[in-house]
């Protein structure tokens, strides 16, 4: 790669053993790579190569310290920027803004990965068996939530083992096999060409060429990736854009691997027909003029606007009902005067409507 100095210049050659890191490849993943290259345990490893490191117990993809990466530019000889490509900061950064807090937390559009210890709750990391088959590294870009299926084989992405439906966490597996570390299966080669796509879903293909600065087209103009995110945000905010199937609460981010596909396809359908697909979030959505401006969105959204009302906006229904119920339990329980009959007048005013 280039910016990586050669072997031969390395004063500590044995801690490389011919181990460089590959394009798109994750930082975990090239540090198990490179405790294999040694045929050690990569837990005693690092504690001597990287000593009182916190490594497995942290979403080092993501967030790894300062230390961690001065340590493996010093003592692998790594130049600092293909360290920092290692990680996911240029996605996250590419996705939400070069403003985006670096750090733990949850991540726009990315997987996590639910750290408990040195396991993992979560099933944040995506694999595609045949590209495990063919070269023995994880992919950063199977963090990413709207990727869904692999690009270069057009089949699904694993996202559990088939076998016990354990997250795949190979830093708990035997070091260059693809063996579950629950069950013990073998769980990449039984799933082999299982599904052949056509094509992979339309948005993550959109998707994936914004990451590369190209932005989302449009029917006017190209939307710089993270203005889209932060209008979709806002939208699904004010009730005009939801993930269909999604289970309630849960972030899309942890949602299944179909529901993130139907969610990003039509989040890709929402901008290509961008401002034509206007239509049908107004009559979605229920804001006022006055939330809509003071929420500051992004230029692609500003002909919301003149559409809206400039009165404040009614309450969505459901949190109507959710305010009579309130109210109902209230009289219940306090039972001031009169309550029967104004619980009875609350009811058929209700029902009226």
């Not at 697909?277 to 002909?303: D, H, N, Y």
């Amino acid at each position: 790669m280039a910016g990586t100095p050669s072997l031969a210049q390395s004063e500590l050659f044995p801690f490389h053993r011919g181990v460089l890191p590959v394009e798109g490849e994750l930082l975990s993943s090239y540090l198990l790579r490179l405790a294999g290259a040694h045929s050690a345990d990569h837990y005693r490893f690092y504690s001597t190569l990287l000593p009182r490191a916190q490594l497995w117990n942290r979403d080092i993809d993501r967030g790894s310290d300062e230390r961690v990466a001065k340590l493996l530019v010093e003592r692998c000889r790594l130049a600092p920027a293909v360290v920092e490509a290692m990680s996911l900061r240029s996605y996250e950064v590419a996705i939400a803004g070069p403003g985006v807090r670096k750090g733990p937390g949850r991540g726009t559009w990315i997987n996590p990965i639910g750290v408990f210890h040195r396991t993992r709750t979560l099933a944040g990391l995506q694999v595609c068996p045949d590209c495990l088959a063919e070269q023995n590294i994880y992919q950063r870009i199977w963090r990413l939530s709207f990727v869904t299926s692999c690009p270069y084989h057009l089949s699904p992405l694993l996202v559990v083992c088939p076998g016990c439906a354990a997250p795949i966490i190979p830093h708990r597996q035997l070091a260059g096999t693809s063996i579950c570390h629950n069950c013990h299966i073998d769980h990449l080669s039984r799933t082999r060409r299982v599904t052949e796509l056509a094509a992979v879903p339309p948005g993550q293909q959109v998707l994936i060429d914004a990451l590369a600065g190209r932005g989302v087209p449009t029917l006017e103009e190209r939307i710089p990736l993270p203005e889209l995110v932060r209008g979709v945000a806002l939208l699904r905010r004010w009730g005009m854009f939801r993930a269909p199937l999604s289970a309630k609460g849960v972030p899309i981010e942890s949602q299944s691997p179909f529901v993130r596909s139907v969610y990003f396809d039509l989040v890709q359908e929402l901008a290509v027909q961008w401002p034509d697909s206007m239509g049908r979030l107004m009559v979605k959505g229920r804001i006022s003029r006055q939330t809509f401006e003071t929420a500051k969105p992004p230029s692609w959204l500003a002909c919301i606007g003149q559409h809206l009302s400039p009165r404040h906006s009614l309450k969505a229904p459901q949190k109507a009902q959710k305010s009579l119920a309130s109210w109902l339990k209230h009289l219940r329980l306090t039972k001031p005067d009169g309550w029967r009959e104004k619980r009875a007048s609350a009811l058929v005013k209700a029902a009226a409507k």
